[in-house]
């Protein structure tokens, strides 16, 4: 089964971009689990996001997230896993699950 990991932190953090450790992290957590992820991305900060909302067939497009958090959606992963806890335990060793919180979500299955 698929699950989306998401990956919630405080994009001021990564003002200035991935430290090199942080940066090897990642690509540490790539390498161990290559079999399993399907896709991954980071994002670029909520600043440069739209958010666009269909009211009354009118369409409305405001600059930024949907609401101010503390956190913020910074990327995500696509892991194939046996089960929701196979890919929680996956989703523990991503480096931003030390910092901020870490989102796994079953992907719905349309027959």
Known sequence: MQYLVLIYEDEKRFANGFSE????EYGAFGKTNAGVI???????????????????SKTLTTDGPFAETKEQLGGFYL?????IDEAASIAS??????????EVRPIMVFS
């Open 93 to 102: 060793a991503i480096p931003a699950a030390r910092y901020g919180s870490v």
């Open 21 to 24: 450790s942080e940066f090897a």
């Open 38 to 56: 399907k896709s991954g991305n980071a994002l670029q900060p909520t600043g440069t996001a739209k958010t666009v909302r269909v009211r009354d």
């Open 79 to 83: 892991l194939e896993a046996t089960s």
